[in-house]
């Protein structure tokens, strides 16, 4: 296992010492593993607060900050936070007007989250929750345990986390968490497995001319493993069964071609360019796009694209002031 | 040899038995749920029964030993609940809450009350985590070693028998999970091709149920 | 190899293609391979340029914009750009005020760019060159082509681009370049290698226990290969070279741990904690920091470490608005 | 069979040679760029050959083929350096490039014409990378091959004799790159582990002689 750390137990509490001296814009509170920002946003507006297991960096300690989350909860590598530490964060940031819990489809942040809800409840604090589930390569059914939440949930962050900086209420905050969470969806592939650090090796073997399509942000295995192809293929086979679950002609699209961590941006910038390629050929208008590791799953190369249907309000809070050390523009 | 009731000393031998299994079985755990999920099962049971353990010896040497199976149990699912995270924290930490919960204030358990108590526990797992028979889970080793044990008191069994009984139908019912394809969990994601492997915490429960049967029968 | 291209001789002119779509704030010149704002600076404002080989993402076609370069010529992966793209960059950002060319010390970058300004010089436009060579791991000896410019470049770049857009003259924004470039240094170190992608292959071969201490930015082995350390003896042993060379007390200094491409964000945090206490120990006031893939090596995993010395005017302008797609605050 | 005079279709036959020998050897040239560079310089002579053939053809197929020697590595040089790049690309377009001004607008050079027209190449390298014996760069297979070349011519050689004596020392002198420490160039970030590979430009340079002294001698 080749990696910049020390003790592959300490992994986490080491990045949070770094990040902590690193980030001006961010508190970091070491013991109870949470990010705050540095200066808390005014009493009366809504607070959001997201979670999730460490490895996704910068989602989500580094997309805490003006216009986007008003804390996260860091779990161990690849693990889901515990309700301790999601309860701890919704009463510092609670102003009052309530806390909206950023939560991605997974049984362990799902079932934490709840928890954590019902803690805070019991406190007082009103919380509400969105929980993203725009990951088209998992099946949706009653029977399963639903889509992952990928991509989509750092396009919400921000949008979110610009509506709730206005002042909005919580039910109108919630309300457009819950239209962006339903008009996203996401498709990744890796080329490569990633180590968890406690683990120690690979999570998955895989042949130098093989990937692995379908891919989540955990290191998981895909849906199918294929033959390595052209970037102009890899595209396709992301883009074809996003557009095949939802209709996005006739509105303005953002569009996100992430990073897993070990894909350099030459990469990420050739992969969007085809991509838009392919998007405009369907139709769809492209009115903004972000590109780079901004949810990572350790050092496994690989990207994921992610489409959401825009509309004036989602555009309009896109283009938002936000400042955090992974995601910063208009102040 | 063998006890008619299960005293509070037993439960700590029990959950001291357990740890030492997860701990030899760390990287297994973590090899199974590797295959077919995100390669931290046997590093989060770890890390949460260490934290278990603290808590207890904190609790021996700080002079307040746990004076209820209850008080012993809420802190045990208390600390899994808070250290563990994943989807595994908040199971095995509801379970271990509504054992306690089930048992009250009890001293001692009697292979019926152990029973009753390790069946709320499983009744708390479905309530959070709402998988049913063949979701390829932990349910599928918990469920069929607690119907075990249950007709093995039915027939007269002692605690350590019983033990025993439910012990080697978790086993079966982790084995049984292999041709599974997964319903929940991570593995769900994977769709068929989650189908043959083992699941890794049915794996860890079927290890709960034998330091049970192996504490009871010492 | 495994990467997310399509031919391996298109890499550069695919991936501008999606730079272009991807980047509103940019303008992408396809045919000439240079990268120009999409909104020039004003007339009577001197001009930066630089470029180099490819491979190092988002430096420099993703550091042009307000506050930072006027223009990035880009070469084939590791190889310096040609006279004559630097040569119609010049001409393009010129606003009467003359350009500065930003060049890392490499023989092939620093002959082309030399070639270039004496093509601009006969064209008429005054041009100034500052050349980085801030790498400690290189010996600096008049017999030799002295150290490789590296992780100063985007530093000096930030800080030179703040200082030509109040208007400074060229003379003074040349002045600030060269107190910049003397100022800094840097020490890299890499646990894989990277494969150049018309080469198909990695540069070099390394085993699973080993990295290598003291590379620079194109792939190339190091000064030496030891057996893998924890982060915090690595970072010692990027520290100690760079505090022996230079006297950083006495001042504030600008810390910047940079990625090298396969490299998270989690562990360049984790780094960063290390490296920030080594240089608190060694009595260093740290005023700002960067952690990030600034300078990338394609794919390579791995970090460096650059320290400059500050003084007020260098951290004003450090402070300064900058908007580009790699770096971006304060507007 | 040898001639006393090389004209320009010789000139534009080695050119073509030379392409195909950096062509052949881009992998290995590449590779040894690996060893103690940045693994391009393969690809960068075979990308500059071929856009210098594009240019060639293009002169020749539309109608106005080079008139004189100048004329022709003007336009070969230009075409180096600008789709070159890196080191190589003004080094061997500066070469180039003199060689066509030594010449200027002769059609034809004898043995001792090509032989002042490649030193000025040799000095325009110089010029250009500072290079000095021994630093480990194309200058060490260049430079000795120039020496060979004008003592043969000395003692009376035609160009095809000279050229053969100057690719055997273009030979030697790559082959005597191998211990050398690099000083120039990025193999000198290397310091001691330079030593004990072949230098690529060397390398490449050994080539353009053998491929003059083939060309010359068909
Ligand atoms: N909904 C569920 N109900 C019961 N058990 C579940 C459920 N989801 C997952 N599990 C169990 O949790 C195990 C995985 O635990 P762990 O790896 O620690 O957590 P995570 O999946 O969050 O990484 C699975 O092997 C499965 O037995
Ligand atoms: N200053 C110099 N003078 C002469 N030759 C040089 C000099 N620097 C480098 N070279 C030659 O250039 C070769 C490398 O060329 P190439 O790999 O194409 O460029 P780069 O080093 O920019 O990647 C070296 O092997 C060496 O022979
Ligand atoms: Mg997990
Ligand atoms: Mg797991
Ligand atoms: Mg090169
Ligand atoms: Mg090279």
Redesign the interface.
């Given at each position: 296992m080749k990696k910049l750390i020390n003790n592959p137990d300490d992994v986490l509490a080491d990045a949070l010492v770094g990040l902590a001296a690193a980030e001006p814009l961010l508190n970091v509170d070491k013991k109870n593993r949470i990010v705050y920002r540095a200066t808390p946003k005014d009493q009366g507006k809504v607070a959001l607060i997201s979670g999730g297991?460490s490895g996704h960096e910068p989602m989500h300690g580094g997309l805490v900050g003006l216009g986007m989350l008003d804390a996260a909860c860091a779990?161990?590598?690849?693990?889901?936070?515990?309700?301790?530490q999601m309860e701890e964060a919704t009463k510092v940031v609670d102003r009052g007007a309530g806390v909206l819990h950023i939560v991605k489809n997974?049984?362990?942040d799902v079932?934490?989250f709840e928890?954590a809800a019902e803690l805070a409840d019991a406190a007082g604090i009103q919380v509400e929750s969105v929980v993203t589930h725009d990951?088209v390569?998992?099946?949706d059914s009653t029977?399963?345990?639903g889509r992952?939440g990928v991509g989509l949930t750092v396009l919400l962050e921000k949008i979110v986390g610009a509506c709730a900086e206005t002042g909005a209420d919580l039910a109108t905050v919630k309300a457009l968490a819950d239209k962006v969470s339903a008009s996203g969806r996401s498709m990744g592939m890796a080329l490569t497995s990633c180590t968890?650090p406690?683990?120690g090796k690979p999570?998955?073997d895989i042949a130098e001319d093989e990937m692995e399509i379908g891919v989540?942000i955990?290191?998981?295995?895909g849906?199918?493993r294929e033959k390595l192809a052209p970037a102009h293929e890899i595209a396709q086979m992301l883009v074809d069964p996003i557009l095949a679950d939802f209709d996005f002609t006739g509105a303005p699209a953002i569009v996100f071609v992430n990073g897993l961590g070990g894909t350099p941006l030459i990469e990420l910038y050739l992969m969007y360019g085809e991509v838009a390629a392919l998007l405009e050929k369907a139709g769809i208008t492209i009115a903004r796009s972000l590109v780079g590791p901004y949810m990572t799953s350790l050092e496994m190369a690989g990207t994921s694209v992610t489409v959401l249907r825009a509309d004036d309000e989602i555009l309009k809070f896109w283009d938002a002031p936000v400042v955090t050390p992974g995601m910063r523009w208009g102040a | 040899m063998a006890q008619d009731t299960v005293d509070l000393a037993a439960l700590i031998a029990w959950l001291d038995s357990f740890r030492g299994y997860v701990t030899e079985n760390r990287?297994y755990l973590?090899e199974l749920d590797?295959?077919?999920?995100?390669?931290?099962h046997?590093?989060?049971m770890t890390?949460g029964m260490d934290a278990v353990f603290a808590k207890i010896k904190e609790a021996q040497d700080g002079g307040t030993p746990f004076a209820t199976i209850d008080d012993l149990f809420k802190a045990v699912g208390m600390t899994m609940?808070?250290?563990?995270?994943?989807?595994?924290?908040?199971?095995y930490g509801t379970f271990f809450l509504r054992m306690g919960r089930t048992a009250g204030t009890a001293e001692t358990l009697d292979a019926a009350g152990l029973g009753a108590a390790l069946r709320a526990g499983l009744d708390g797992v479905v309530a959070?985590?709402k998988a049913e028979a063949g979701d390829k889970t932990m349910f599928d080793a918990m469920s069929p070693a607690l119907d075990a044990y249950d007709a093995a008191v039915a027939g007269g069994a002692d605690p350590a028998a019983a033990a025993q009984a439910a012990s080697a139908a978790a086993d079966a019912g982790r084995d049984a999970t292999t041709p599974l394809v997964a319903?929940?969990?991570?593995a769900?994601?994977?769709?068929e091709?989650s189908a043959g492997h083992l699941d890794p915490g049915a794996t860890s429960t079927a290890l709960l149920f034998q330091a049970l049967a192996e504490t009871l029968a010492a």
């Open positions: 297991g779990g161990a590598v690849f693990t889901s936070p515990t309700p301790d997974y049984t362990g079932m934490n928890m990951d390569a998992v099946e029977w399963t345990a992952r968890v406690a683990a999570t998955f989540g955990h290191g998981e295995p849906r199918h | 990287a973590t590797s295959a077919i999920g995100d390669a931290d046997g590093i989060n890390r609940v808070t250290s563990v995270g994943g989807a595994s924290g908040p199971l959070r985590g319903r929940k969990g991570r769900s994601y994977l769709g091709r």
